[in-house]
């Protein structure tokens, strides 16, 4: 997820050009309405389930925000998608590898949660006919981030991949649980306490097992809080019990349930215990965030990107118990 | 006083929101808005620099913009009687630059003073000490943040509406901080402080500025720390700081947000802490 960009300057004139180039070289400087672009590509990972794993990264121009897994779902009648990445370019990429699988209408557009890298595509998704599907509050998420982040990608990502990007608002709301029907096929959605964010769904394809966890699980990628700690903490207790064969994390290589959970849950317990212990002697803020999850540092890509700033996040939730 | 600093507040706001208009965003060298700022928050006194009275403890890149921690050091001249009246934390860039204005209860003698704020952009921070005889001292900082003015509150937006203006005190095993016989506690209260700048994607309107302005702490009828607070200070705002015990068996908290609404909350000083 890439709701952060290094304060500093990540991006030097002279990385800036280089990236440009590198764009252009690949003809991402031609106008994105053009048609041909590359479809993203998928893996099926089950019978009718495709997944594109998304770059270990933070979103930048060069990526085009493709950092995040995105995914569909072919029943007899139609299609799901899971997730639309993050631009519209990714998202026009998405759909022209489901039109490589399949020609059946697509139905519905999930989005997990509020986070740029995995709504940012929905706009090359929507059309008539295709409904938006989120947690009850992802529309009142999307509404107070949406220009934050339009106005922070736009200057790390450029004008030319986020001009186009719209904020689209789920109209089919999940509270509890719902279930989404591809005619023969079935998605079980649940939307979950504050965790991850306060707008984390899943999808569970029954005829597969396959999870689709989003931001609720990382693999590889540290993971990130923008939620609450001790929810997430009750969340992946009872998310371990869904009888699923294998999850797309939100970041990360596919992987066997719920074994795939494991450094998560262990990641996410120490930053808790480690911060809950320096509250204890009375450490600041500012001394926490310099220790707190240290010794997880060598298990997580992207761990000095999102470490502090989830260590002051858990501090600011754990100072009130 | 607290019209004075509320009137500070709305000229800092107006001087740089000029400085930060979409034109001058764009050019790399943003314009130093420090000199209008003396003119404008400290009616072009003299500030003293490299005298000690003052100190920022800062990182130098913002973990999260939204929530930036900054801690204050006083320490009055020695011998000679005079004492830090209050001082002032200027977030250059910022909308509104005045951070806060913190006063220091008569003989409370706080030595040192943390918060967290938001920073909006690559900028120098100041704080400006005034003494008891009217003199200024003031000691700077830089630091590289972006974006935390904008950024969106509540992480947890439900419980953040469930708990407003909850209050607590926490109170610290006493740590070396000089000069001895002080204690150190943190007020902390629950609260969104909208800063007026997070916009509404779909309704395209900014969310009001919603804000604590205004926190007393008192030991009985002995003030011991006075704060007008702005909108750069972050969500569920809270103050660490050290006193001078008189004695009293409560600490009490008094805070008025932007709104007119009223927060109070009353702690027995804990004897452990007291050691």
Same mark, same amino acid.
């Given at each position: 997820?890439?709701? %952060?960009?290094?304060?500093?300057? !990540?991006?030097?004139?002279?990385?800036?050009?280089?990236?440009?180039?590198?764009?252009?070289? %690949?003809?991402?400087?031609?106008?994105?309405?053009?048609?041909?672009?590359?479809?993203?590509?998928?893996?099926?990972?089950?019978?009718?389930?495709?997944?594109?794993?998304?770059?270990?990264?933070? /979103?930048?121009?060069?990526?085009?925000?493709?950092?995040?897994?995105?995914?569909?779902?072919?029943? &007899?009648?139609?299609?799901?998608?899971?997730? !639309?990445?993050?631009?519209?370019?990714?998202?026009?990429?998405?759909?022209?590898?489901?039109?490589?699988? +399949?020609?059946?209408?697509?139905?519905?557009?999930?989005?997990?949660?509020?986070? $740029?890298?995995?709504?940012?595509?929905?706009?090359?998704?929507?059309?008539?006919?295709?409904?938006?599907?989120?947690?009850?509050?992802?529309?009142?998420?999307?509404?107070?981030?949406?220009?934050?982040?339009?106005?922070?990608?736009?200057?790390?990502?450029?004008?030319?991949? #986020?001009?186009?990007?719209? #904020?689209?608002?789920?109209?089919?709301?999940? *509270?509890?649980?719902?279930?989404?029907?591809?005619?023969? =096929?079935?998605?079980?959605?649940?939307?979950?306490?504050?965790?991850?964010?306060?707008?984390?769904?899943?999808?569970?394809?029954?005829?597969? !097992?396959?999870?689709?966890?989003?931001?609720?699980?990382?693999?590889?990628?540290?993971?990130?809080?923008?939620?609450?700690?001790?929810?997430?903490?009750?969340?992946?207790?009872?998310?371990?019990? /869904?009888?699923?064969?294998?999850?797309?994390?939100?970041?990360?290589?596919?992987?066997?349930?719920?074994?795939?959970?494991?450094?998560?849950?262990?990641?996410?317990?120490?930053?808790?215990?480690?911060?809950?212990?320096?509250?204890? =002697?009375? @450490?600041?803020?500012?001394?926490?965030?310099?220790?707190?999850?240290?010794?997880?540092?060598?298990?997580?890509?992207?761990?000095?990107?999102?470490?502090?700033?989830?260590?002051?996040?858990?501090?600011?939730?754990?100072?009130?118990? | 006083?607290?019209?004075?600093?509320?009137?500070?507040?709305?000229?800092?706001? /107006?001087?740089?929101?000029?400085?930060?208009?979409?034109?001058?965003?764009?050019?790399? &060298?943003?314009?130093?808005?420090?000199?209008?700022?003396?003119?404008?928050?400290?009616?072009? %006194?003299?500030?003293? &620099?490299?005298?000690?009275?003052?100190?920022?403890?800062?990182?130098?890149?913002?973990?999260?913009?939204?929530?930036?921690?900054? +801690?204050?050091?006083?320490?009055?001249? &020695?011998?000679?009687?005079?004492?830090?009246?209050?001082?002032?934390?200027?977030?250059?860039?910022?909308?509104?630059?005045?951070?806060?204005?913190?006063?220091?209860?008569?003989?409370?003698?706080?030595?040192?003073?943390?918060?967290?704020?938001?920073?909006?952009?690559?900028?120098?921070?100041?704080?400006?000490?005034?003494?008891?005889?009217?003199?200024?001292?003031?000691?700077? @900082?830089?630091?590289?943040?972006?974006?935390?003015?904008?950024?969106?509150?509540?992480?947890?937006?439900?419980?953040?509406?469930?708990?407003?203006?909850?209050?607590?005190? %926490?109170?610290?095993?006493?740590?070396?901080?000089?000069?001895?016989?002080?204690?150190?506690?943190?007020? /902390?209260?629950?609260? $969104?402080?909208?800063?007026?700048?997070?916009? *509404?994607?779909?309704?395209?309107?900014?969310?009001?500025?919603?804000?604590?302005?205004?926190?007393?702490?008192?030991?009985?009828?002995?003030?011991?720390?006075?704060?007008?607070?702005?909108?750069? #200070?972050?969500?569920?705002?809270?103050?660490?700081?050290?006193?001078? $015990?008189?004695?009293?068996?409560?600490?009490?908290?008094?805070?008025?947000?932007?709104?007119?609404?009223?927060?109070?909350?009353?702690?027995?000083?804990?004897?452990?802490?007291?050691?």
């Amino acid at each position: 997820m890439g709701i %952060r960009d290094r304060t500093g300057p !990540a991006v030097t004139l002279a990385t800036l050009s280089a990236v440009l180039t590198f764009a252009c070289a %690949r003809g991402l400087c031609q106008p994105v309405a053009q048609p041909s672009l590359d479809p993203l590509t998928v893996t099926e990972i089950a019978g009718g389930v495709f997944v594109h794993e998304g770059a270990l990264a933070l /979103m930048t121009r060069a990526n085009a925000g493709a950092i995040a897994n995105v995914g569909f779902v072919v029943g &007899e009648d139609a299609v799901a998608v899971i997730d !639309a990445g993050g631009s519209t370019q990714e998202g026009r990429r998405l759909l022209a590898a489901i039109r490589r699988v +399949t020609a059946k209408p697509i139905r519905y557009v999930v989005n997990t949660h509020a986070h $740029p890298d995995h709504v940012f595509g929905n706009a090359a998704l929507a059309r008539d006919g295709v409904v938006f599907v989120g947690h009850r509050n992802l529309p009142r998420a999307l509404a107070a981030r949406g220009q934050f982040y339009l106005d922070r990608f736009r200057r790390l990502m450029g004008e030319e991949l #986020i001009g186009d990007v719209k #904020i689209i608002l789920p109209t089919r709301l999940v *509270d509890g649980e719902d279930t989404l029907d591809l005619g023969g =096929r079935s998605l079980r959605l649940r939307a979950w306490p504050a965790a991850h964010t306060d707008a984390d769904l899943t999808v569970f394809d029954q005829s597969s !097992a396959t999870l689709f966890a989003g931001d609720l699980v990382f693999v590889k990628h540290v993971p990130v809080l923008d939620g609450s700690i001790k929810g997430w903490l009750g969340v992946i207790d009872e998310l371990a019990r /869904m009888p699923a064969a294998r999850v797309v994390p939100g970041h990360g290589p596919v992987g066997p349930w719920p074994d795939a959970l494991a450094p998560e849950r262990r990641y996410l317990q120490r930053l808790a215990q480690d911060v809950r212990g320096l509250i204890d =002697r009375g @450490t600041t803020l500012r001394a926490a965030t310099e220790s707190a999850g240290a010794s997880e540092s060598e298990r997580w890509d992207l761990f000095q990107e999102y470490n502090a700033r989830n260590a002051t996040a858990a501090f600011s939730e754990l100072e009130w118990d | 006083m607290a019209t004075t600093a509320v009137r500070w507040l709305c000229v800092g706001f /107006m001087a740089v929101s000029t400085a930060n208009s979409p034109a001058f965003a764009a050019s790399p &060298e943003p314009v130093d808005p420090w000199p209008d700022l003396v003119r404008d928050v400290f009616d072009r %006194r003299p500030l003293v &620099e490299g005298t000690g009275v003052v100190a920022i403890e800062m990182p130098d890149r913002a973990e999260d913009a939204a929530v930036v921690p900054v +801690t204050l050091w006083l320490r009055a001249p &020695e011998a000679d009687g005079r004492t830090v009246r209050a001082v002032t934390l200027v977030i250059d860039q910022n909308p509104a630059p005045v951070a806060a204005k913190f006063q220091l209860g008569a003989g409370a003698g706080a030595a040192m003073i943390s918060t967290r704020v938001r920073v909006d952009s690559y900028t120098n921070v100041h704080a400006v000490a005034e003494l008891s005889d009217g003199t200024l001292h003031v000691a700077e @900082t830089f630091i590289k943040a972006s974006g935390g003015c904008s950024a969106p509150a509540a992480k947890n937006a439900d419980e953040a509406k469930a708990n407003l203006g909850q209050m607590r005190l %926490r109170q610290f095993a006493q740590r070396h901080i000089p000069p001895d016989g002080l204690r150190e506690v943190q007020i /902390m209260i629950r609260h $969104p402080n909208n800063s007026g700048l997070q916009m *509404d994607q779909i309704t395209r309107l900014y969310t009001p500025a919603f804000f604590v302005r205004d926190l007393r702490i008192w030991q009985a009828d002995q003030l011991v720390l006075k704060v007008d607070a702005g909108i750069s #200070i972050s969500e569920n705002p809270t103050v660490r700081f050290t006193y001078r $015990p008189d004695g009293a068996r409560t600490l009490r908290a008094e805070a008025v947000d932007s709104d007119g609404h009223d927060f109070t909350g009353e702690w027995p000083v804990e004897a452990g802490a007291m050691e």
